[in-house]
RNA sequence: GGUCCCGUCGUCUAGUGGCCUAGGACGUCGCCCUCUCAAGGCGGUAACGCCGGUUCGAAUCCGGUCGGGACUACCA
């Protein structure tokens, strides 16, 4: 384990490089109180954010803030054939939607950029590099010139004879190459990639503690990974394994919070961490969120679940605030039995954290938003819902932004501070235009037809007569009136039965029951045989709205 | 295949040797209320994966087994 001879390694980078020294200046530790947590979210700009990176990222962010501490977002773009530039922009707006801004961050980003930055993996290429001379210098690693093939070919012997997979041991077929050989490649200019020199022996045990799932032991990683792409790419950039020990040592990130996907590299992380230098750092691994296929269950995935892309939520317009509390019940499930202001105020504890992935139950978020949203005045729900209909349905929006006080007075339907069990009819801000687009008479279609097949097929001249006499002997709603009872007596008087019971008792004495009577009313006044109670809207309407409508027939 | 993680009602979970004939929430079913919905009230359904052991006593501890998941890339 010579290393190769240094003017070698040196003429392999840039002269200007920074040494390891240096860097560690220009990044110090940072001033912060005893006990503040720097954490980070570092997705790859591969598109759409999936919601479990809103669920790790505000993990990330909770920690941090309750601790007094600092949140970072950083982009690992080292695959550049899978970056995909519209990605910044979709994640800043789902970071905004969810109220998950970093810190620091690039500014397209929403943070502001602090001195630990760039933010950007590709734009720190240079750092990444200062460390892998460092390290081939000291003969932790060492270029490797095996092709796809030779690999290929490695792998398939290991796998035929029996033994371990990877580039480890007699495998490592240019670990300890001859510095000439090296030589003879380079100066055929001969692609290669940087290994890293493992110091881990085959059998070899190592435990660490993970802040969530205690301590775990695994066989010491024995193999040479690379840390380096090969430099034949346009861009020599590192792998994630390298680039997680530089970024998150010099941006001093105290607990690294990430998938549990990550969890087999840690014996893999920690040698790379002790090879650089670098003190230790802790780490919380959060098991994703999953989704039932079948029998079992898999990560649920953006290819196969819309429910999966934050776009999705953000599209449908969910209350964040609703969307946030089920994911940090999640997260802790004591927090999920604290009313939602309380839980979105606690904060979220690692060591509580369920160790097996939840599955994502669109039903139970549904139950949490409808919960949420009847809790909310009018004027509120005004408020959340234009923003959303701004950006998906500008024709609700302008709707509503010119009638106000309809949308307001609708709000008023079996809903406010004086209603003991308010209507849970809205789970997201894309109901609403179906719930309550007919209390606006822009958006309102007058049905003129008795023969409409919403009345049920009652007889025409039937609904003609209901539509008539209600019109004709209209009482407004109001304080001390039963305003039902005009229904009543109208229906009465035009022979259906005055109950359910009634009417199945003998249903070919009657044209039909009251309820059938009173669909009549109220497909005139909302277009629908199911809507809130009749005499709130029309409450709400107001008496000349509710006689236009009522006229559609007459 | 190897390594690791995990295993309580359909789902999220409470539960750390006796308070467990296993509690809550969502779902589901039934009833009540009722002019239709949405709600609301009441009630029901339903779980410790399995087998051994330790113990006076186990969902809780141990061993095995089965099942699920992750990793095993110049993807992160």
């Excluded at 964040?320 to 499930?333: D, P």
């Excluded at 959303?388 to 709707?399: C, G, N, Q, S, T």
């Excluded at 059938?516 to 009313?521: F, R």
Aim: with cysteine; net charge negative.
């Amino acid at each position: 384990m010579t290393g190769l001879s240094r003017d070698l390694i040196d003429a392999l980078f840039p002269a200007d490089l920074a040494e390891p020294a240096e860097l560690e200046q220009r990044y110090p530790p940072r001033d912060l109180p005893a006990g503040a947590e720097v954490t980070r979210f570092a997705p790859s700009p591969t598109g759409s954010l999936h919601i479990g990176g809103v669920f790790t990222a505000t993990v990330a962010l909770d920690v941090a803030r309750h601790s007094g501490g600092v949140y970072l977002v950083r982009i690992e773009d080292t695959d550049q054939a899978r970056f995909d530039e519209t990605s910044a922009a979709q994640f800043r707006a789902a970071f905004s939607y969810f109220g998950i801004t970093p810190d620091e961050s690039d500014e397209a980003y929403g943070g502001s950029p602090g001195r630990y930055g760039p933010y950007t993996q590709s734009a720190r290429a240079s750092l990444y590099l200062t460390y892998v001379r460092d390290l081939m210098r000291r003969g932790r690693a060492y270029p490797c010139f095996a092709t796809k093939d030779e690999l290929a070919e490695i792998a398939a012997r290991q796998k035929a004879t029996g033994a371990l997979p990877g580039y480890y041991g007699d495998w490592a077929i240019w670990r300890d190459a001859p510095e000439d050989q090296v030589r003879e490649r380079l100066a055929a200019g001969d692609a290669y990639v940087v290994r890293f020199r493992s110091p881990g022996l085959s059998g070899q045990r190592v435990s660490f503690t993970d802040e969530i799932r205690g301590e775990i032991s695994f066989d010491d990683n024995r193999n040479d990974v690379v840390i380096l792409k090969s430099s034949d790419l346009p861009r020599r950039l590192p792998t994630y394994h390298l680039a997680h020990a530089v970024d998150d040592h010099l941006m001093r990130i105290s607990v690294v919070i990430r998938g549990e996907e990550w969890l087999s590299s840690v014996p893999l992380h920690r040698q790379l961490f002790a090879a650089l230098e670098f003190g230790p750092i802790r780490y919380a691994h959060v098991a994703p969120l999953m989704k039932q296929d079948g029998g079992s269950r898999r990560k649920l995935s953006k290819r196969h679940d819309p429910e999966a892309s934050v776009g999705y939520y953000i599209e449908q317009g969910f209350p964040v605030e609703a969307v946030q509390y089920y994911l940090r019940g999640l997260a802790n499930g004591r927090l999920a039995d604290l009313p939602l202001r309380e839980a979105l105020a606690q904060p979220l504890r690692l060591d509580e954290f369920g160790v097996a992935g939840p599955l994502a139950d669109m039903v139970k978020l549904d139950d949490i938003c409808a919960d949420f949203i009847a809790t909310l005045p009018g004027e509120q729900v005004i408020e959340r819902l234009l923003p959303w209909a701004d950006e998906r349905d500008r024709d609700l929006a302008a709707v509503v932004r010119r009638e106000r006080d309809v949308a307001l007075r609708a709000l008023t339907v079996e809903r406010g501070d004086d209603v003991a069990n308010p209507r849970k009819d809205l789970r997201k801000w894309a109901d609403f235009r179906a719930v309550y687009g007919f209390f606006f008479p822009e958006m309102f279609t007058l049905v003129t037809d008795p023969a409409d097949e919403r009345f049920g097929g009652l007889e025409p001249e039937l609904v003609r007569a209901m539509a008539t006499g209600f019109a004709a002997g209209y009482v407004d709603p109001g304080p001390g009136v039963a305003w039902f009872d005009q229904v009543r007596a109208l229906s009465a008087e035009l022979g259906f039965a005055p109950s359910q019971k009634v009417y199945k008792k003998d249903p070919a004495a009657f044209p039909g029951s009251i309820a059938d009577a009173s669909a009549i009313v109220r497909v005139l006044i909302t277009g629908t045989r199911r809507s809130p109670d009749l005499a709130a809207v029309s409450a709400a309407l107001g008496r000349d709205e509710v006689l236009r409508r009522v006229g559609g027939i007459s």
